[in-house]
């Protein structure tokens, strides 16, 4: 039998693929056979399924791992390394036990749970304290500390390289990190480092992060920190820290998609207003750069409680009062700046709208509160935001911005005004945080962003994507390092591990005519478009094997990348890879009297990865500020994009990784809906194919990725080979012999120096042979157990079963005797039984029968009232329904007419603008707006001498203040006037909006009895369902009765009658006399109600008279009293006593009676409901509440 046979026996656990699950378990139902076509599995939901096989078996479904590997702590000390095994194994890790945290080799894989959990106090850092990774429950203080002891232990560099997509984790991750070095390198001196280092977090969070669609808290930048130790007498003290940052997401400034916010400051800011009075703050929907996602709230997040943590870690890190000030308002200008209104120009003397140029009013409210903060005039910001300078060789032209170039301009000057304050910040950061002495060694963190991928991709997610590659990369390589070594260490021969390389997709992007070059030399072009770029990269990347063109259109195009293919949308990547702003506008903040401003305007980036901290002169990170020379300003040919710059920024943080030893963490993101352990398989899947960790598990599955300690092995699999093959005092060669009794392929296996190397499957395989053995011992040992207790229970059944024949037979004498005696008793029982059921079945009956008739009449005479409830309730809705029609045939018939006359207004209009519009165009009027340079110096001489003109009048209109000063006190009157007439509206207001909820009600009233009309219908049939069940149920019971009543004595049956005509003569009178005085008291509430309704339609027709339609049931032959002649004569009842008794003639004469009464009652409901009718006739209607609510607003 072949290995394969062996492990795929019946019963065995597979992984089959499913279309929603990724992954599904399932059970051989037979055994595998080679050459087999296919296997019948039975799957985890129950399902019966063939898979099918190739002749080979290369195509066999994966097995599943032991139940004793099954949430394993490392991955790689599987059995069977496959993609379903690892995702088992973390499912059941993160669902069943809620362990977050999972080791994949020297990856740290960190699942987000979406909750609080304890596992970053005080406690737990002293306990991973001093202990090895593995150890201990996999941790991110457990990396930490491996990286933190190989810093004491060798005094080299190091680095942890935090990684995964927005949500996932990985700025937490970052941070408990950097809290553990701060912890464990504590410094007791009075700058105490490790405050500042934790203190940073906060500020980097309220300047770099924000709300998404997919994290609360994402980073919007890439940010690598590096802890800075020196060594004291064999401890590593921690000395400072610097940071470097990234590709900081500018954009997000002036623009936020559907359902996320800006960077969390402009919010805090927003919330602290009241701190900051002369700022002119408002609510966050009321600035535009802040309402534009719509989401300006973040659950259980207190943005005024985070502006003050803010300002308290900017105090710890060395920001004066002073600073923070001016740093607000400069944040608070920006808002103001992205609120000025840029509005049509009109041509002068014309309505004609002027679409090369735009206005802003001199006025207008942001651009004067922007100049005050920023300390800057507003009249050359408003100048520089409405025109453009285009210089040539000896001169320049002036030319208008139109209203999109102008907004355009607001919008680069707002993102170049935070992207030089975060460079500040980080500047002052890096300076607190760095007390400037020779450091001995460092720890970074890196924080970068994951491999990100939308529905629309542009040049950040670009960037981002670039930067996986190269650090995808680079973690292949010291993957594959790291199991080389492993394989040296313990002397053992091995081959070459082929393992993934995306070098030709970095070659793509980087190498010459690449996508980086192709887009710089575009950016260089005076006309370059994105649709020319995205022809020239058709054109010349197409020989990259991971570059695709798209099937339709030039405007996108494709990149293989490791984790997934990209589509990247063209529209943009040129204007953001420039990243120009309107030198003037920058000189005019360079001009600010705010001497912050002042210094954020000149920074400079320089990248302090690829030179030395302590020769550059810079504060630390990425900005140096200039102070006392001036900058020069580079030409647009020399500047560097931001494409070129990220790409260095990138190679020289590759470099310093290669010089580190690296550690990685790999955050999961486990569902998009943020829900505590939940867990979503297709997106987490997806998720460890991106960052690496299946690569992970291929490199070591190519290898020996099994590996057992000899005395491990030894314990567990001592029983697979003969007593004579065991030596405990030498358990290597006991070990060799166990595997080389089992296992007969050597490739299958290596014995190193300390451990036993395996295959994948290999362990899976003995953990199959070790079960079947002990399968087959213990079935032998079973066997004489079980026959010592059968024989021994049989002994002692045989002893007892005597005794108890003995006692069954006295009992079963006994109980028979006492059968006897209950028959007999149960005879005298029955027959007192029996009568007493017929006598109660009689009664029952004739109880029965009394209640059917009650029902019955009752029955009768709702019907009769329900109906004509039905076609009073129809006749109110034929009348509105009826106005509703009129309302709605007028409004159509005028919307009509309006449409026609503005199509003709717009054929009118449209011709007029056809004619001006080829006025402008004739060549006088081409002469005046344009006129020749040499009228320019004529023209200027002019303006000369029409400014000192101005300044000769302007001295004059000194003495006009004080005129001026009056008219702008009659103006605050005025304005007092009109917030009284404000507030009389807003009374107004709130009366209609008053009596359109009672409109509301009364409708909703409405609509609740037509709901009741139809319930009581409902409620009607299932009751008379009950009835004739009822009565067919009765009419059994009388055929029962009439069979028994036959077979009684006729003495009785004479008896019987005479009794029960007594008693009917007796009901009868009885009846009569109640029909009597109920038909007296009838017909004096009919006389009344027809006097109140005489007197109420007499009142009404003096009142305001009906039309028609509101009358449409009101004619004499509805509403007559013609019924009521038939009512009974009082010389009746004399007539009827002087005849027969008999009971037939006694019967008709009740019924008649009755009759005679329901129809009474009838007329008496009928007038009631016309004194309804006509009383709600003075209640105002639907139409004249709305006809007093439109003159009530009117009148307001």
């Not at 709300?211 to 800075?228: A, E, P, Q």
């Not at 509160?369 to 005039?377: A, E, F, P």
């Not at 004194?1171 to 439109?1190: G, H, I, Q, V």
Request: with cysteine.
């Amino acid at each position: 039998m072949s290995s394969e046979e062996m492990l795929y026996a019946q019963g065995a656990k597979i992984w089959v693929p499913h279309a929603e699950q990724v992954w599904e378990s399932a059970t051989l139902e037979e055994s595998y056979r080679k050459g087999a076509g296919f296997l019948k599995i039975v799957t985890e939901s129950g399902s019966l399924r063939e898979v099918k096989l190739k002749a080979d078996g290369s195509d066999l479904p994966p097995l599943r791992n032991p139940a004793i590997l099954v949430g394993q702590n490392d991955l790689t000390t599987l059995s069977y390394l496959h993609e379903p095994g690892v995702l088992h194994n973390l499912r059941v890790r993160f669902c069943e036990r809620q362990i977050i945290y999972t080791y994949c080799g020297i990856i740290l894989v960190a699942i987000n749970p979406y909750a609080e959990m304890p596992l970053y106090g005080p406690s737990i850092i002293r306990a991973y304290r001093g202990h090895a990774m593995g150890d201990l429950e996999p941790h991110i203080f457990a990396l930490a500390e491996e990286a933190y002891t190989k810093l004491e232990r060798e005094n080299c560099n190091l680095s942890i390289i935090v990684s995964g997509e927005s949500g996932a984790g990985k700025t937490v991750s970052a941070k408990y990190a950097m809290r553990y070095f701060a912890a464990v390198g504590g410094s007791e001196s009075e700058t105490q480092v490790e405050r500042k280092v934790l203190a940073s977090s906060p500020i980097m969070e309220a300047f770099g992060n924000a709300k998404t669609t997919r994290n609360d808290n994402s980073s919007r930048f890439g940010k690598f920190t590096k802890l800075l130790f020196r060594n004291q007498m064999g401890v590593m003290y921690l000395q400072g820290a610097t940071m470097h940052t990234y590709l900081l997401e500018k954009s997000r400034v002036v623009y936020q998609a559907q359902g996320e916010r800006n960077y969390h400051i402009f919010y805090q800011l927003c919330a602290a207003r009241a701190k900051y009075p002369e700022l002119v703050l408002d609510h966050q929907d009321k600035f535009q750069f802040l309402n534009m996602g719509g989401a300006p709230d973040i659950e259980r997040v207190s943005d005024a409680d985070q502006f003050n943590e803010t300002v308290q870690a900017m105090t710890v890190l060395g920001f004066s009062i002073n600073q923070i000030a001016d740093i607000v308002k400069i944040l608070a200008g920006i808002l103001h700046l992205g609120n000025i209104n840029v509005s049509k120009k009109y041509n002068e003397g014309t309505d004609e709208e002027d679409t090369d140029s735009c206005e802003i009013f001199p006025n207008d409210i942001h651009l004067q509160i922007t100049g005050d903060l920023l300390r800057v005039k507003a009249d050359d910001l408003r100048r520089w935001l409405l025109m453009r300078k285009i210089e040539s060789v000896n001169d320049y032209v002036l030319i208008p911005n139109s209203i999109e170039a102008a907004e355009a301009a607001r919008d680069a000057l707002a993102k170049h005004i935070y992207a030089k304050l975060f460079q500040y910040i980080v500047g002052v950061l890096n300076k607190s945080l760095n007390n400037g002495s020779k450091q001995c060694s460092f720890i970074g963190v890196l924080d970068i962003y994951g491999f990100e991928t939308f529905e629309v991709n542009s040049f950040e997610q670009f960037c981002i994507n670039y930067a996986n590659e190269k650090l995808q990369q680079q973690f292949n390589q010291h993957v594959f390092k790291l199991e080389q070594e492993e394989y040296l260490k313990e002397g053992i021969t091995w081959t070459m591990i082929d393992f993934y390389d995306n070098q030709p997709c970095i070659d793509l992007i980087e190498s010459k005519l690449g996508v980086l070059d192709l887009l710089d030399e575009e950016c260089r072009m005076p006309r370059g478009s994105d649709e020319s770029w995205a022809g020239k990269l058709i054109g010349k990347c197409s020989k990259f094997p991971h570059f695709e063109k798209p099937r339709f259109g030039t405007t996108s195009f494709f990149i293989k990348h490791f984790s997934d293919t990209v589509e990247y949308d063209v529209n943009g990547f040129l204007e953001k890879n420039r990243d120009t702003v309107s030198k003037e506008l920058t000189q005019v903040l360079c001009e600010s009297n705010m001497q912050l401003v002042k210094q954020v305007m000149v920074l400079e980036e320089i990248d302090t990865l690829s030179v030395d901290s302590a020769k550059a002169s810079t504060l630390g990170g990425r900005v140096v500020i200039s102070a006392g020379r001036k900058q020069v300003v580079p030409s647009k040919q020399h500047k560097k994009t931001v494409g070129s710059q990220f790409q260095e920024s990138l190679a020289s943080l590759i470099s310093t990784l290669h010089a580190t030893t690296p550690h990685y963490v790999r955050c999961i993101k486990p569902n998009d809906e943020k829900i505590a352990f939940k867990w979503e398989t297709a997106k987490i899947i997806q998720q460890l194919r991106a960052c690496g960790v299946l690569e992970t598990v291929r490199i070591s599955a190519a290898g020996f990725p099994s590996r057992w300690l000899y005395p491990d092995f030894y314990m567990r699999y001592q029983l697979l080979a003969h007593r004579s093959k065991i030596d405990k005092n030498d358990m290597k060669q006991s070990c060799r012999n166990i595997v080389t009794k089992w296992i007969q392929d050597e490739d299958k296996y290596r014995f190193g120096n300390t451990q036993i190397f395996f295959r994948a499957g290999q362990v899976a395989f003995m953990e199959q042979v070790r079960a079947n053995l002990r399968k087959k011992y213990i079935t032998v040992v079973q066997s004489v157990v079980r026959r010592f207790i059968h024989r021994r229970r049989f002994l002692r059944l045989q002893m007892v079963i005597s005794g108890i024949q003995r006692h069954a037979r006295g009992f079963l004498a006994r109980q028979r005797v006492q059968k006897m005696r209950e028959d007999r008793a149960a005879l005298i029982l029955s027959k007192y039984a029996k009568g007493w059921l017929c006598r109660r079945r009689y009664l029952r009956l004739r109880h029965s029968i009394s209640g059917i008739q009650t029902y019955a009449r009752g029955m009768m005479a709702r019907t009769k009232f329900h109906a004509m409830r039905d076609h009073y309730r129809a006749v109110q809705i034929q009348r509105f329904v009826r106005g509703v029609l009129a309302r709605r045939a007028y409004q159509k018939r005028r919307r009509d007419i309006i449409i026609c006359q503005a199509a003709v207004r717009r054929f009118l209009a449209r011709r007029k603008f056809r004619k001006m519009k080829t006025e402008a165009k004739t060549i006088s009027h081409m002469e005046k707006k344009y006129m020749g340079l040499e009228n320019k110096i004529i023209s200027m001489q002019q303006r000369i001498d029409e400014l000192n003109r101005d300044n000769s009048n302007l001295k004059h209109k000194t003495s006009e203040i004080s005129v001026l000063k009056m008219k702008l006190e009659l103006k605050k009157n005025l304005e007092g006037e009109f917030k009284n007439v404000k507030a009389a509206c807003q009374d107004k207001d709130k009366l209609i909006e008053a009596l359109n909820k009672q409109l509301e009600a009364e409708r909703d009233e409405k609509m609740q009895l037509l709901e009741e009309n139809g319930h009581a219908q409902e409620e009607w049939v299932s009751q008379k369902q009950q009835w004739l069940g009822e009565n067919e149920e009765l009419r059994r019971q009388v055929d029962q009765m009439i069979e028994l009543a036959k077979n009684a004595e006729i003495s009785q049956r004479t008896q019987e009658d005479r009794m029960l005509a007594e008693i009917d003569n007796k009901e009868l009178n009885e009846a009569y006399q109640r029909a009597i005085k109920d038909k007296e008291v009838i017909e004096n509430e009919n006389f009344m109600l027809k006097e109140e309704l005489s007197r109420l339609t007499a009142g009404s027709f003096s009142l305001h008279a009906r039309t028609a339609s509101n009358a449409s049931s009101q004619n004499e032959e509805d509403v007559g009293y013609a019924s009521a002649k038939n009512t009974l004569d009082i010389n009746r009842p004399p007539d009827l006593i002087n005849k027969n008794y008999a009971y037939s003639d006694c019967t008709s004469l009740v019924v008649k009676l009755r009759a005679i009464l329901e129809e009474e009652k009838q007329k008496h409901k009928y007038l009631q409901e016309q004194y309804l009718k006509l009383a709600s006739r003075n209640k105002p209607t639907e139409d004249s509440f709305r006809s007093a609510c439109r003159s009530a607003g009117r009148g307001s």
